[in-house]
């Protein structure tokens, strides 16, 4: 499975961005995707993550801004709205499929005026 995040950029605090995470290569099905972020100096957090049925899930620090959606069995988004400046970071995407975990290469965010 390969994984390739896009959609991120610079935006004003208050903005909003879409993040997109798509799959290719060989593979049966995702049961799990995430979507993860690390900001200089501090580790990996989880931000979000979504099964193959069911609602997502948010950290405490996006929930009520941020909303992961599936597309399709290859693809996800993570809207982020009423960004804040730490949200900075580079958000990383990464699947689960058939025991195994896969992560996207990060596309980095960043939040200032």
């Known amino acids: 499975v390969q994984l390739q995040a896009s959609g991120g950029g610079l935006v004003q605090p208050g903005g909003s961005l879409r993040l997109s995470c798509a799959a290719s290569?060989?593979?049966?099905?995702?049961?799990?995707w995430s979507w993860y972020r690390q900001a200089p100096g501090k580790q990996r957090e989880l931000v979000a993550s979504?099964?193959?049925?069911?609602?997502a899930n948010y950290g405490d620090s996006v929930k009520g801004r941020f909303t992961m959606s599936r597309d399709n069995a290859k693809k996800v988004y993570l809207q982020m709205s009423s960004l804040k400046p730490e949200d900075t970071a580079v958000y990383y995407c990464?699947?689960?499929?058939?025991?195994?975990?896969?992560w996207g290469q990060g596309t980095q965010v960043t939040v200032s005026s």
């Open positions: 990464k699947a689960w499929s058939a025991g195994n975990e896969y």
């Open positions: 290569g060989r593979f049966v099905s995702i049961n799990v």
């Open positions: 979504i099964g193959s049925i069911g609602s």
